[in-house]
T-cell receptor, first 115, second 115 residues
Framework: AQSVTQPDIHITVSEGASLELRCNYS??????LFWYVQSPGQGLQLLLK????DTLVQGIKGFEAEFKRSQSSFNLRKPSVHWSDAAEYFC?????????????WGLGTSLAVNP | GAGVSQSPSNKVTEKGKDVELRCDPI?????LYWYRQSLGQGLEFLIY????????KSGLPSDRFSAERTGESVSTLTIQRTQQEDSAVYLC?????????????FGPGTRLTVL
C-alpha cells in the first residue's frame, strides 16, 4: 500500500540555522511528491512539488527538496530558518495512474524556531 | 474568487444530527477534493470530483458520508447521523485539471465538533 512517513514529529531549530525535514514514501512507481506548509490558523500552502525532470526542486520561501529514488525520499531543506517558518510541514504523494488523484499524506512535522 | 472558500468555518452539532459542509472551488478548476484532518490521524482523502462526477469515493469512511458537486462549481459534503468520531477539520481543495501532478489549492477548512 502507498504510504508516506515523516519520521520527525517535532523539530526545534534556532533562527538562522539550517533545516532538513525528512520524508520517505512507499509506492511502486515514480510518484508525484509535494511539500505543504500549514501555519496556525492558515490553510495548507504548497511549498514545492516534484513530478519529473531535475531531482532538486526549488520552492517558495527559500525552500528546496531533493528527490532520491534509491532512498524513496523527498527531504525538504532550507539553509537559514526564519522565525516565520514555524509551522506544520506535510509531505504528500500523488499518483499518475488511472483515476487516482488523491494525495496520501505524512503525519506532519511541527517546526519550532528559537530566537 | 481568489481562492477556495469553505463554509461554515466552524460547526458544532449534537450527535445524531445531519450536517452539510460547503466548498466553493477556484473558478475554472475542474477537479475538487475533500479531505479530513484529525488529531493523530493526519490528512485523509475522502472523495475526488472531476466535473460533477466522482471517479474516486474510496476515502468516504461510511455510508453516512456523501458528497455532490454541481457542474464544475460548488460541492457539498453531507454527514448524516453524526458521531463524535466525525469531529475533525474538513478540508476542500481544487485543481485546474485532471492530472495527478496538478497543484491542489486548499480552503481554510470547516472545523466540525460533534458533542
Amino acid at each position: 500500500a502507498q504510504s508516506v512517513t515523516q519520521p520527525d514529529i517535532h523539530i526545534t531549530v534556532s533562527e538562522g540555522a539550517s533545516l532538513e525535514l525528512r520524508c520517505n514514501y512507499s509506492y511502486g512507481a515514480t510518484p508525484y511528491l509535494f511539500w505543504y506548509v500549514q501555519s496556525p490558523g492558515q490553510g495548507l500552502q504548497l511549498l514545492l512539488k516534484y513530478f519529473s525532470g531535475d531531482t532538486l526542486v526549488q520552492g517558495i520561501k527559500g525552500f528546496e527538496a531533493e528527490f532520491k529514488r534509491s532512498q524513496s525520499s523527498f527531504n525538504l531543506r532550507k539553509p537559514s530558518v526564519h522565525w516565520s517558518d514555524a509551522a506544520e510541514y506535510f509531505c504528500a504523494v500523488g499518483f499518475n495512474a488511472g483515476n487516482n488523484r488523491k494525495l496520501i499524506w505524512g503525519l506532519g512535522t511541527s517546526l519550532a524556531v528559537n530566537p | 474568487g481568489a481562492g477556495v472558500s469553505q463554509s461554515p468555518s466552524n460547526k458544532v452539532t449534537e450527535k445524531g444530527k445531519d450536517v452539510e459542509l460547503r466548498c466553493d472551488p477556484i473558478s475554472g478548476h475542474t477537479a475538487l477534493y475533500w479531505y479530513r484532518q484529525s488529531l493523530g490521524q493526519g490528512l485523509e482523502f475522502l472523495i475526488y470530483f472531476q466535473g460533477n462526477s466522482a471517479p474516486d469515493k474510496s476515502g468516504l469512511p461510511s455510508d453516512r458520508f456523501s458528497a455532490e458537486r454541481t457542474g464544475e462549481s460548488v460541492s457539498t459534503l453531507t454527514i448524516q447521523r453524526t458521531q463524535q468520531e466525525d469531529s475533525a477539520v474538513y478540508l476542500c481543495a481544487s485543481s485546474l485539471s485532471r492530472t495527478g501532478s496538478d497543484t491542489q489549492y486548499f480552503g481554510p477548512g470547516t472545523r466540525l465538533t460533534v458533542l
